[in-house]
């Protein structure tokens, strides 16, 4: 949507919504509830499904499976086709699964749980189905904490870079590979594969990138 809208104007924008909802309306004319949230979010609630948490999600499943290959159809939007890749989130409400809100948690909360949900789709690839759980808002919270470290410790300067050398097939030194560790004063050393990706995700890469390269030099010419 984002794409569409920067290459041919929020005109196209427009009416690439204006399709997806008339292609949701087409299909979801026995469903509950169907409303847009904004942008190019849009929300389908779904009542009567099993009493079973497991059956309900199998039926869940089933209409997100439906939805995605609606949306996945080409759009001719003015002269061109366009084509999207449906990230959608599901969660569970009112029922006996304990992992699911109450029934009694504001509808904020639900859709809360909903985004979150969406965005693990989102992460795993788009034109995928993701179920809320738990465990997404702990790793959403752990997220939120690792990229506010990474902020401050950007600013304070708290990494450090190590150096292994390489050598060339006489065994004879070529240079060294810069490895860059994060040493935190509360939680310890942080392993690369956990905030890099945060950092990727964050846009904070660059000035950390920035950082990697200003500190190798300066090593390299002292």
């Known amino acids: 949507f984002k794409r569409l809208n920067d290459s ?42 099993s ?17 995605r290959d609606t949306l996945s159809q080409p759009y001719q939007i003015a002269t061109h086709i366009h084509h999207t890749s449906p990230s959608i989130g599901v969660v569970l409400f009112g029922g006996a699964d304990a992992a699911s809100p109450n029934p009694a948690h504001s509808v904020t909360e639900i859709m809360r749980c909903g985004d979150l949900a969406m ?19 702990v790793a959403a919270q ?17 990494f450090v870079l190590h150096y292994q050398c390489q050598f060339d097939q006489q065994e004879q ?24 990706p945060v950092a990727e995700r964050s846009g904070l890469i660059v000035p950390l990138g920035l950082w990697v390269l200003e500190t190798a030099c300066r090593e390299l010419a002292r």
């Open 51 to 67: 009493p079973d948490p497991a059956e309900a999600a199998a039926q869940a499943q089933r209409m997100a499976d439906q939805v």
């Open 173 to 196: 030194p070529v240079g060294a590979e810069a490895l860059l560790r994060w040493p935190h004063a509360q939680r310890g050393p942080i392993a690369p594969d956990r905030f890099i």
């Open 8 to 49: 041919a104007g929020h005109q196209s924008g427009d009416l690439l919504l204006q399709e997806v909802a008339q292609r949701l309306r087409l299909w979801a004319s026995s469903v509950e509830g169907l409303a847009r949230t904004g942008g190019d979010e849009f929300v389908v609630l779904l009542e009567d499904l």
């Open 119 to 137: 965005y693990q789709a989102k992460a795993a690839g788009g034109n995928t189905t993701r179920f809320f759980d738990p465990d997404m808002q």
């Open 142 to 158: 752990e997220r939120a904490r690792m990229e506010s470290d990474l902020r401050t410790a950007i600013d304070q300067q708290d």
